[in-house]
């Protein structure tokens, strides 16, 4: 996934997305490291955050403009 790579190209902290997302900082970390599922509300949330596709975030496709 490219969670890591979208939030540090915005210079965004893993407790800012982690607060976005109201989860702690270690649930989102797990969420980078593909350590837990990503919920697909949050998902959603960090599709319209780094406006891209879910798709994008997931690896499906490597166009990262919305549909």
Not at 14 to 34: K, P
Not at 43 to 56: F, G, Q, R
Request: proline share 3%; net charge negative.
């Amino acid at each position: 996934m490219r969670l890591k790579d979208l939030r540090e190209d915005r210079d965004y902290t893993q407790s800012f997305i982690a607060d976005y997302l109201c989860v702690r900082q270690n649930t989102y970390s797990q969420y980078e490291n593909e350590q837990r599922q990503i919920p697909i509300a949050a998902l959603i949330k960090l599709s319209e955050l780094y406006n891209t596709s879910v798709d994008y975030i997931l690896g499906i496709t490597n166009d990262p403009k919305k549909y």
